[in-house]
């Protein structure tokens, strides 16, 4: 039985979505954003509501073709059609988006345009060695971006709100984390699924409701007896996986437990935390816009050149979680996640299954079968 | 004339009464090799790359039969200008393998830079006995050779078919025959596509070292400029990087006639453009070799330079006399993204066309470097113009403006189906240009290398120019 209804989750979006549309009425703005470079610290601190936009769905995707190619990412497609069509995405009042993959970086022009929604760039390098220069032009691009959200609210950032702020966003990830965690253990009772809308849910609430919403499944876990069966444990990896996506969680859940994942919509988010006013200089020294551009510079992604910490961060998982195969599911058209595959099965000696789809749902029959398939193998 | 007053120390630079040029025009394959049979074997023996060098092997002056034979196929199906200036282009361009693999053979240190597209390489010809070149350029290859075999290769490591086809780069570096391994990677990575920046990723496992270099993608127009001293920072590793391999201390001055010696080149085909795109010159596939040398010069400067010269006075000369390659009713287009496929510029100006702007991606090498500025600097600069560094916006201004100025009457895009910014361009380019100028655009994907170009494009081509015909 699901640990919690996934009606439960609609429910809560629901309510969300209802908390927004008051807040904007209050003169609240709302802060839409995709990945896990976007310092929410920062537009939480500026007084405006963040919110992960991360919906898929074939409807979506067929929208978006209107305004994209259809070589296109599927998740760009539906982004923009979600624009038109979703009621979470039409509270966005300014879209930050940060320079990562070719179409990422080039989608919230489409956006400005074809809806009027402005639009802030932030400029991560590339390169992924910390070289002080890269990181102190990422830190200047924070500064950029501290003014445009003050413009966008008309409030400022305070140091000290700041600092609430991050300390509020790492008691969230370090929440998510022990949650996540909990399927170190055989026999997880936390679904891989779950888990996925426990973090969805956590990004659209916010830290304060978020953290409570953990806690609640923490506890509920705790009480809970764990099964004595066990069976496969799986990694899962790939480009981001939507709400939309939960369909390839529960067909793979059938029959193995996703213990872990190398996801942008999964750990990779709480991995790892600020460092904290007061401790010590090495890490928690210097502002908090200091500290922001360190540790979001350090997130690894597929994306950065040379990629080896992903490969060294997605290892140490399937380690730590004794992952027995990895389920990697790329989007048609996402180069940096699909061009790694062959490397990727090297790297790890594990079976892979690598499902390399668009949005469809009229494939899914053929997805069962393979999904089986490997099973089968492990 | 005497041979002596024709002759440069890097070989003639202009048309000469041995084999004087014939009346301008696009030419076959076949009408080259009867035409080449008139050229005197003096001129053969004329021109060397590395020109120092007059040994044998480094002569270059041949038709393009001769590189068909050694699989360049697609050579048969192009036009080409009917000058000597373009045969020794042609010769000169078609034989770079061999010339980094006699670089390799002759002591010189061979350098592959990637990505960035015409910085790096005027930092690595600071350095004495350096070759820099570009496995990018790669690209055209399989349509020159009518071959999937370096897809294939890459595919085997892992990239697929839906992506652009700069994907055969990966392919040459695992089959370790279309340039020597070279002894440093320098990959540039940020403002350039996601697929060569897959490309560079998974050809690293190929390089005794990879040297990565960010290329800062700008946000917007207003920050361009600062975020040049982080580029600075970029280039200043280069330089250390390859003080390492050479052992060799770069001084400034070394640096600045490096710099001088790009600014020659890109002072020649900023000219050279001028002239074709305002008085039909020089055909369309000419103009794209000739814009692609300021990338690394074909892996010689000097000759290279030679080779400009000699198109320039060609070019100068018709212009003065008021002979064109194409004629002056000709429909006017600007081409926005290379075409992978070089036959589809001659199929395009056979039907009655010419392109009077380009945007090949490749701005930052065709902007002149500020040579008042410290050579980092500059460079850095310069690259400032990069067509990837910015938005789409800015890319299509660059065809606007060019449009405008030459009076384009249409903007034709070619794209790859499944690259990464193709995908995402396209489309706003064409919207900007047709908001902008009321222009018709003409959007599509080159196809996979083939022998001929697909009925249905061939159509689309012919609809688009006669919707400009109909227009005039």
């Given amino acids: ?378 | 004339m005497s041979q002596r007053s024709l002759t440069s120390p890097t070989g003639r630079t202009s048309p000469t009464s041995d084999f004087p040029d014939p009346k301008p025009a696009r030419v076959t394959f076949d009408e080259w090799q009867e035409l080449f049979e008139q050229v005197p074997e003096a001129l053969v023996e004329e021109y060397h790359y590395f020109p120092s060098n007059r040994e044998a092997f480094s002569k270059y002056l041949f038709p393009p039969q001769t590189f068909a034979i050694y699989g360049m196929r697609h050579l048969r199906r192009l036009k080409y200008d009917n000058s000597l200036a373009a045969l020794r282009m042609w010769g000169f361009v078609q034989n770079e393998t061999e010339r980094l693999f006699r670089a390799r053979q002759t002591g010189r240190r061979v350098i592959a830079t990637m990505g960035d597209l015409g910085a790096v390489p005027v930092i690595v010809n600071s350095f004495p006995r350096c070759t820099a070149f570009y496995p990018d350029c790669i690209w055209w290859t399989p349509f020159a050779m009518e071959s999937r075999v370096l897809f294939d290769a890459a595919a085997e490591l892992g990239i697929g078919d839906a992506t652009c086809f700069s994907r055969a780069a990966l392919g040459a570096f695992a089959k370790h025959s279309y340039f020597p391994d070279p002894d440093l990677v320098i990959a540039s990575t940020g403002a350039s596509c996601d697929d060569y920046s897959g490309v560079e990723q998974l050809a690293e496992q190929f390089a005794p070292e990879m040297l990565w270099v960010e290329m800062p993608m700008r946000c917007e127009m207003g920050q361009m400029g600062s975020m040049r001293p982080m580029l600075v920072q970029e280039y200043q590793r280069v330089v250390e990087r390859m003080e390492k391999l050479t052992g060799h201390h770069v001084s400034d001055d070394e640096l600045r006639q490096s710099v001088l010696a790009a600014n020659r080149v890109r002072k020649l085909v900023k000219r050279l453009r001028e002239l074709a795109f305002r008085q039909g010159v020089l055909p369309a596939l000419e103009m794209m070799v000739i814009e692609f040398g300021n990338l690394h010069y074909y892996s010689d400067i000097t000759e290279w330079t030679a080779v400009l010269e000699h198109l320039l006075a060609t070019a100068e000369e018709r212009a003065a006399k008021g002979e064109r390659v194409l004629s002056e009713g000709a429909l006017r287009v600007v081409w926005v993204t290379p075409p992978a496929d070089p036959l589809l510029l001659t199929y395009v100006e056979d039907h009655g066309a010419r392109v009077v702007g380009t945007e090949y991606v490749i701005n930052q090498a065709l902007e002149v470097i500020d040579e008042s500025k410290p050579g980092l600097e500059a460079i850095a600069e310069s690259f400032m113009a990069a067509s990837l560094i910015g938005n789409s916006r800015a890319r299509a201004q660059s065809a606007i403006d060019q449009a405008r100025e030459h009076g384009a009457e249409g903007v034709i895009i070619s794209g790859i189906f499944g690259g990464s910014h193709c995908a995402m361009e396209g489309r706003l380019i064409a919207d900007y240009v047709k908001a902008e100028l009321d222009l018709p655009v003409l959007e599509f994907d080159v196809a996979p290398p083939s022998n001929e170009i697909g009925r249905q494009l061939q159509t689309r081509i012919d609809a688009f120019l006669e919707v400009l015909r109909s227009r005039r």
């Fill in chain 1, 1 to 378: 039985m699901e640990l919690i209804p996934r009606a439960t989750f609609e429910q809560i979006r629901h309510e969300r979505v209802e908390e927004l549309i008051a807040a904007r009425k209050q003169g609240t703005k709302v802060v839409g954003y995709f990945c896990i470079y976007a310092p929410v610290e920062m537009v939480q601190a500026a007084g405006a509501i963040p919110v992960r936009l991360m919906r898929g769905g074939q409807a979506a995707e067929e929208a978006g073709e209107k305004f994209l190619r259809a070589d296109a990412c599927s998740f760009c497609n539906s982004c923009m059609g979600n624009f038109e069509r979703d009621q979470l995405y039409q509270q966005v009042d300014a879209v930050l988006s940060v320079n990562t993959c070719d179409m990422m970086r080039r989608l919230p022009e489409s956006i400005e345009k074809h809806f009027g929604i402005p639009v802030y760039q932030l400029y991560m390098p590339r390169t992924s060695e910390p070289l002080p220069h890269r990181v102190a032009e990422f830190r200047r691009q924070l500064d950029g971006l501290a003014g445009e959200l003050a413009t966008l609210t008309g409030s400022a950032i305070g140091a000290e709100r700041l600092e609430s702020e991050i300390a509020a966003f790492n008691r969230l990830r370090e929440m998510l984390r022990q949650a996540s965690d909990t399927r170190r253990m055989n026999a997880p009772l936390l679904s891989g699924g779950t888990m996925l809308d426990l973090a969805a849910t956590a990004w659209l609430l916010g830290p304060v409701k978020a953290i409570s919403l953990v806690e609640e499944v923490l506890r509920i876990l705790a009480a809970r007896p764990r099964p004595e069966t066990r069976r496969p444990r799986l990694m899962l990896g790939g480009s981001i996986l939507t709400e939309d996506d939960r369909w390839l969680l529960e067909m793979v859940e059938e029959k193995a437990d996703v213990v872990t994942d190398i996801l942008c919509t999964g750990t990779r988010w709480f991995e790892g935390t600020v460092p904290e006013r007061g401790l010590s200089p090495e890490v928690g020294g210097g502002s908090p816009l200091d500290r922001l551009a360190c540790f979001y510079f350090s997130r690894p992604c597929m994306h950065r050149r040379p990629n080896s910490a992903m490969y060294e961060y997605a290892q140490r998982l399937a380690r730590e979680f004794r992952v027995g195969g990895l389920v990697y599911k790329t989007l048609f058209y996402c180069d940096p996640w699909s061009f790694e595959v062959r490397r990727l099965q090297e790297a790890f000696g594990l079976p892979v299954l690598h499902l390399d789809t668009d949005y469809s749902t009229e494939n899914r029959e053929q997805v069962r079968t393979r999904v089986e398939a490997f099973m089968e193998t492990l």
